[in-house]
């Protein structure tokens, strides 16, 4: 109903509402459907359990690695070995590949059930994220620190799996586990990500959180093709496309000097696009060579051909 809702808002954006109805899609099919019918079909079901909801990839999926979830994937017959394969392929060639061409918004706007959520659900709160420089270095430092956190942990595992030890460095491997899932796995995604859409905002858990987002965003940030060009001269300074962005951009900013937005936070939702009554911004996937990338740091602005 809340998807149904945001189409209606922005029913005369084709891109919105053909965005939307694919998020609708996929966390209808793949997330709730899928797997119940490859529940059934699975001969010896009951006797190994591992995800069948089709985001069996790492980090979003962070006990892919673990022991028992290998183990139970290669007890599971040719849908295990399947699956334990697709996970493999999506993290070192699907995913890079998809996002290459498309940014990270082929999964952040595209198929990712928290991102739809934050956008439906979180669509009234979507100004309140901060774009001041300061919420944008806070954001950097914890994004990419939870993202240090699931590679060690991570690590922690695969090195308890070869070698049998249950501790590195001092450090036990499960307590690692058991703490992430419990601090990021559950209370920061779930309930600081959604319960405090009204006062950071809508998108909280892909800000400031989300290794996922993490690794997308570095992966657009340096090779992908999409960007979204603006046209400084058609630029009113309404502020609309500032105001309606959900991850904290001061797409003004960018717009006022006709400088293309190469963020690795922005998720290419599009709204900022819908919001804009010059057409002064547009969703593009080109040539990478052919943008001007704008780096914003304590010293300045430096703009990198």
Known sequence: SLGVKFIWKYRHNRYQVVRTSSVMFFQTAFAFLIPEVLERLQPESGTSWFDKDMKNMWPLDYDFFYKWHWENMLDGGSLGMFMLILGIAMIFVISPTLTYFYGKRWYCSWVCG???????AGDSFRHLSDKSLRAWKIERWMIHSVLVFVVIMTAGVLYTNISGNQSIFGFQTYSLQKWYGFLIGAAFSGVVGVGFYPILGSRVWCRFGCPMAAVLGMQQRFFSRFRITTNGDQCISCGNCSTYCEMGIDVRWYAQRGQDIVRSSCVGCGVCSAVCPRGVLKLENGPVDS???????????????
């Not at 928290?114 to 439906?120: I, R, S, V």
């Not at 001007?292 to 740091?297: A, L, T, V, Y």
């Open 291 to 305: 943008r001007k990338i704008i780096d914003i740091d304590e010293f300045g602005v430096n703009i990198k051909p």
């Open 114 to 120: 928290c991102g739809g959520l934050a956008e439906t």
